[in-house]
């Protein structure tokens, strides 16, 4: 009787598995075809974009050595290359370097504005691989339909496109429905407190209210999965917290010859191994679990089965989704140690010994969580723990709202066959500094990169196609005109 009874519930769960595995489809998202296509010069948007690169707007968490004067030059470009719009939208200097651009709806007693954000700041090339660069850094120039330079993908082509599609509108004489915003900090890449911060400090004093904001996030990348062929369109819906974090020990200085058991540097390499053996807990959240379903039934048979029965698979799946780089980094509070500190000289042991980590904070935990977390794995140790930068993770937008299904209807309208999933944002952006006015935070660029080519972003060798350029303006084009 024992055995039949086993028997039934093995049968009893295949057939729930198989049918929920059968039933693990995507839903067909109807894509307008309205007005669909818009009519610009193949160049023109690729050529402001190199001439915007050629401006070095680079910000530098040191600002006094900032050249501010190239941020004074940018926005004369930007104005001397979108006439319509500086005489037909509003725009205000906030902070001496940041930009806020109001466009008068026509309809906005009914409809909550939107804002699209971008920035204008890009970072440093990194000292002693300037030559490594196939073309100079700010060249700007187009080579065989690419255009090279720092800056053209983070996020020049964000602001360039925007612009450039409100340009066009503004040639039809189109008025948006609602009212919109665009703005655009300068020193989103040192943490945004003088660019972004200011923005939604005047727009808060203003007691406006966004329906969403748009900000710089995922991208349509191709090849991040392998077995999966369609590209992925990665729209973030929130952002792993931030914090940098400074353990030190002190111990007796003097000389080498006379060492004790363990120096001030040894006890910091065991903080190191405790960091990197006894990492933080590994958790499904709820926005990678929405990825994962997003993108699971356009993976192979074992895969759908197991992501389609999570109630079942969920500890085999996390424990195996964990062996990877990027599963690690979406199911837990990652530890990147990255710098470290001992005595000046080999020959004299160091008074004092630090290390400092970089840790990208998961949703559901705290700062405070993960400082905890230090002092339980290091309890035997004498640390002293020093937070340089404490930033938690995000809100989580909501993936169900009109906003969230308007960008993705118009990715699939400029990109065709595309998996539109939503995703945590692991890297750092303004889009977080809105939360004081508005719930719908969304991130992504819409331009198509190979995973092979994520690496440019802050790397050598940025660069963008004026494919991509043109699909970023067809993108804001449509988000406008039906906003």
């Not at 309208?413 to 969304?442: M, Q, S, W």
């Not at 992504?444 to 440019?456: A, I, M, R, T, V």
Request: glycine share 6%; proline share 4%.
């Amino acid at each position: 009787m024992y055995l039949y009874l086993v028997l039934a519930i093995i049968i009893l769960l295949l057939i729930i598995i198989t049918v929920r595995t059968i039933r693990f489809k995507n839903v067909d998202i109807h894509v307008s075809e309205q007005d669909s296509n818009v009519k610009y010069d193949r160049m023109a948007c690729a050529n402001k974009l190199a001439k915007s690169v050629q401006i070095k707007t680079i910000s530098n968490s040191d600002y006094s050595i900032t050249d501010w004067e190239q941020f004074k030059r940018y926005h004369s470009l930007i104005e001397e290359m979108f006439p319509l719009v500086h005489k037909n939208i509003d725009r205000k200097i906030i902070n001496e370097y940041s930009l806020l651009y109001y466009w008068n709806g026509k309809n906005k007693n009914n409809k909550k504005p939107i804002i699209i954000t971008a920035h204008m700041d890009v970072v440093p090339i990194e000292e002693g691989t300037e030559k490594d660069w196939k073309q100079e850094p700010f060249s700007g120039v187009i080579v065989d339909d690419i255009i090279w330079g720092r800056g053209t993908i983070d996020t020049k082509v964000h602001m360039i496109a925007v612009l450039e599609a409100a340009e066009l509108l503004l040639k039809e004489g189109f008025v948006p429905d609602r009212d919109v915003y665009f703005g655009f900090g300068h020193d989103e890449e040192v943490g945004g407190k003088q660019g972004a911060v200011k923005i939604v400090e005047y727009l808060k004093g203003q007691g406006i209210e966004f329906d969403y904001v748009l900000d710089e996030g995922g991208c349509v990348t191709e090849g991040a999965i392998k077995e999966i062929a369609k590209p992925i369109a990665l729209i973030g819906i929130g952002e792993k917290g931030y914090c940098n974090i400074k353990i030190e020990i002190e111990g007796n200085g003097g000389h080498a010859s006379m060492p004790p058991e363990h120096t001030s540097l040894g006890l910091i390499g065991q903080v190191i191994n405790n960091l990197e053996t006894k990492q933080c807990k590994l958790k499904l959240t709820k926005p990678v679990e929405e990825f994962l379903l997003k993108i699971g039934p356009e993976m192979k048979l074992l895969n759908r089965i197991i992501l389609s029965n999570l109630w079942l698979f969920r500890p085999l799946f996390v424990r195996v989704f964990s062996k990877m780089q990027s599963g690690n980094a979406l199911l837990r509070t990652t530890t990147a140690v990255t710098m470290a500190e001992g005595s000046m000289e080999p020959n004299v042991l160091p008074q004092k010994a630090s290390v400092t980590c970089n840790f990208r904070v998961l949703p559901g935990e705290t700062g405070e969580d993960l400082v905890n977390h230090i002092e339980q794995v290091n309890k035997d140790i004498p640390i002293k723990i020093q937070p340089l930068r404490m930033e938690d993770p995000s809100m989580i937008s909501s993936s169900k709202t009109e906003g969230f299904k308007k960008i993705e209807n118009i990715t699939n309208r400029v990109y065709k066959d595309v998996i539109v999933a939503p995703y945590i944002v692991l890297a750092g952006t303004d889009a977080r500094k809105y939360e004081p006015v508005c719930n719908n935070i969304y991130r992504f660029s819409p331009y198509k990169l190979h995973n092979d080519e994520l690496g440019k972003i802050h790397g050598t060798n940025e660069s963008l196609s004026v494919d991509n350029v043109n699909k970023c303006l067809e993108f804001f084009y449509y988000l406008l005109k039906e906003s």
